[in-house]
């Protein structure tokens, strides 16, 4: 989402490295800018979270960490 409205420096917790790594590497810049583009025009969170492939009820970051360490 970051990526595809611009930005290229990212600050965030070490264990979020190898993650962003792999989701960042596995995705386009014009990728990105789609999934930003349709999750501006969402009409709500819930939607946005669909877009985004994140859980919809509240998660823990770790558990999405985790979880994708698994794939």
């Known amino acids: 989402m970051l990526l595809g409205?611009?930005?290229t420096n990212l600050s965030v917790e070490p264990?979020?490295?190898?993650?962003l790594a792999t989701k960042t590497s596995a995705t386009s810049l014009s990728q990105a800018q789609t999934i930003a583009s349709q999750v501006c025009a969402a009409e709500?969170?819930?939607?946005?979270?669909?877009?985004?492939g994140l859980?919809?009820?509240?998660?823990?970051?770790t558990y999405i960490v985790d979880q994708s360490a698994q794939n």
């Open 15 to 19: 264990m979020m490295i190898p993650y």
């Open 55 to 61: 859980p919809i009820t509240g998660v823990e970051l």
């Open 5 to 7: 409205m611009g930005f």
């Open 44 to 52: 709500d969170s819930r939607e946005m979270r669909e877009l985004l």
